[in-house]
């Protein structure tokens, strides 16, 4: 069992930065491919990004390709998104969801475990 938590959300401008942190604890961390989804009001919960365990390769949703970055960190069990150049249109809850398949999914089915969400808010 995977539990994880996210931080770093908050209310900034548009054109400014936020790094979101996925704290994972139970499990084998490493083992877990980690992706990335955001809800906005009204819509459907959304591929953001996703980090193969495997190949430490990413994939990113069209919308946020060259704005957003996902790292991890095994030794902390973390796993990171950097959103740089943050619009209007980026506010939502986002969920970082762990998978044990090696591959980036994007779907939410593909996924076991999710976090509570952080509230991210980016003012014009």
């Known amino acids: 069992q995977v539990q994880l938590v996210e931080s770093g959300g908050g209310l900034v401008q548009a054109g400014e930065s936020l790094r979101l942190s996925c704290a994972a604890s139970?499990?084998?961390?490493?083992?877990?491919?980690v992706g990335w989804f955001r809800q906005a009001p009204g819509k459907e919960r959304e591929f953001v990004g996703g980090?193969?365990?495997?190949?430490?390769?990413?994939r990113y949703a069209g919308s946020v390709e060259g704005r957003f970055a996902i790292s991890r960190d095994n030794a902390k069990n973390t796993v990171y998104l950097q959103m740089n150049s943050l619009e209007p249109e980026d506010t939502a809850v986002y969920y970082c969801?762990?998978?044990?398949?090696?591959?980036?999914?994007?779907?939410?089915?593909?996924?076991?475990?999710w976090g509570q969400g952080t509230q991210v808010t980016v003012s014009s």
């Open positions: 980090i193969s365990w495997r190949t430490l390769s990413t």
């Open positions: 139970g499990g084998i961390f490493r083992t877990y491919s």
């Open positions: 969801a762990a998978t044990s398949l090696a591959t980036i999914v994007t779907v939410t089915t593909g996924y076991q475990y």
